[in-house]
């Protein structure tokens, strides 16, 4: 069974376009974040909900919207994609606002 | 603002040798710093940790050395093998406790270990 599971895996979709990734977690954990990894593999934080509510909001483009319906799932929707929205996006999860990070495997969004 | 200086950004090391990562952090409200593992097309995994009340931390072959005085921390390989070759990340996180003001994990930049046969 897989702790974190994101969908989907690879996304290619051309500038402009509005797409979605999917997280859910099975660990029973509270809190659940996204992070971006850039090519030079670069791990950022982009945002941070806690029992469905948002905690970490970081200096990211308004057109990057997530959305939390219940403590296992949190999707990112992403409207408007530019080219500089390439990258591997990492779903985790943790038990409480600290501690170890159990990550999904990534999706890696190519926009043409 | 880089929080976490991580060097080197690359690391080739010959099968049982010795690989060393350094990281230096600014804040001093961070009490937590855990080392990350990424392999290819993987999330990164938790290798091991440490809170500033110990100045090591030793797990198998995976030893972290910190030292809250200079305000740096450093994974030490031992008996490197070709399969820890791998992205390693170090990272540091504060708290409310701590004077950090929120729980938030910092990464650093992460450094590429290839080990050769």
């Known amino acids: 069974d897989t702790a974190v599971s994101q969908t989907p895996k690879y996304l290619v979709t051309q500038m402009g376009n509005d797409k979605s990734i999917k997280c859910e977690q099975n660990l029973g954990h509270d809190t659940m974040y996204w992070y971006k990894q850039d090519s030079k593999k670069f791990l950022k934080i982009m945002f941070s909900?806690?029992?469905?509510?948002?905690?970490i909001n970081e200096t990211v483009p308004n057109r990057f919207s997530p959305k939390s319906p219940d403590k296992a799932h949190l999707n990112l929707h992403i409207n408007s994609l530019e080219l500089g929205d390439s990258a591997v996006y990492f779903c985790?999860?943790?038990?409480?606002?600290?501690?170890?990070?159990?990550f999904g495997e990534g999706s890696r969004l190519t926009v043409l | 603002q880089q929080q976490v200086k991580q060097s080197p950004q690359s690391l080739i090391v010959q099968k049982g040798g010795i690989s060393i990562i350094n990281c230096a952090y600014e804040?001093?409200?961070?009490?937590?710093f855990p080392w990350y593992q990424q392999f290819p097309g993987k999330g990164p995994a938790l290798l091991i940790a440490?809170?500033?009340?110990?100045s090591e931390k030793k797990e198998g072959r995976f030893t972290i050395s910190f030292n809250k005085s200079a305000k740096q921390f450093s994974l030490h390989i031992m008996d490197s093998q070709p399969g820890d070759s791998a992205t390693y990340f170090c990272a540091a996180e504060g708290s409310p406790y701590s004077g950090a003001g929120s729980y938030q994990l910092t990464f650093g930049k992460g450094t590429k270990l290839s080990v050769i046969p």
């Open positions: 985790a999860s943790s038990r409480g606002q600290s501690g170890e990070l159990f």
């Open positions: 909900y806690n029992n469905k509510e948002l905690i």
């Open positions: 804040n001093t409200a961070f009490d937590y």
């Open positions: 440490i809170r500033p009340d110990v």
